[in-house]
């Protein structure tokens, strides 16, 4: 198991926005937003759909447009994907993923391990590992209870989520970075990379076949 160091990883107070954020100011660099702004001077004041006429590409609402390559699959339940929105270079699939995951290069998997017991985990995650090809890896996006613990607001924030979970799933909880080492080695899973949110317990953990 490695731990990276944490210096330039946004603050766990932006979770919500943590793999949104990244990606939307990657596309409004590439698409060229900010010097739009930039050159209609400080005291323009540009609608969106003025920003948008000047982006040069054919699909402004989609950085597929730029990077045709990049393709995503939302997949979920049935009932879930029948309301999904089209949303351009990305691919609704309905499933259980306890029963069989769709291949793919990448698996990002937020909030959703500290749902479920043990038992449960491991049959994701190993349905995961099946998904993935060589060198495929799984996203993990959870809290991490701290090995040692301590008299701090990180600690009683990840012990009152641990607390709700037990209230209110079957087997929920949060772990600890070595409960979640133990689930991916379990399954077949042979690396683990922990990136530590600084100001929280969250951890963005990489796991590799």
């Not at 596309?27 to 930039?38: S, Y």
């Not at 641990?162 to 080492?181: Q, W």
Request: hydrophobic residues 45%.
């Amino acid at each position: 198991m490695e731990v990276q160091e944490a210096g330039d990883q946004l603050s766990s107070s932006q979770l919500g926005g943590l793999v949104s954020i990244p990606m939307v100011l990657r596309a409004a660099i590439e698409l060229n937003v900010f010097n739009i702004i930039a050159d209609a001077g400080s005291d323009a004041y540009l609608s969106a759909a003025e920003i948008t006429s000047k982006i040069p590409t054919t699909d402004p609402n989609s950085i597929i447009s730029l990077n045709p390559h990049v393709r995503g699959l939302n997949f979920d339940l049935p009932q879930v994907i029948a309301d999904a929105p089209t949303l351009p270079g990305v691919k609704h699939a309905a499933g259980d993923m306890f029963e069989s995951i769709p291949n793919a290069q990448t698996i990002l998997l937020k909030r959703i391990l500290h749902n479920w017991d043990d038992e449960r985990c491991k049959r994701l995650l190993r349905n995961c590992w099946e998904a993935l090809p060589a060198d495929g890896k799984v996203i993990v996006v959870e809290m991490a209870i701290p090995q040692e613990l301590e008299n701090n607001l990180e600690t009683m924030n990840v012990l009152k989520e641990d607390l709700y979970m037990m209230l209110l799933m079957a087997g929920g909880k949060e772990r600890t970075l070595a409960e979640f080492d133990h689930l991916a080695k379990a399954v077949g899973f042979t690396k683990m990379k922990v990136f530590p949110m600084p100001h929280g317990s969250v951890h963005v953990i990489e796991l590799y076949k």
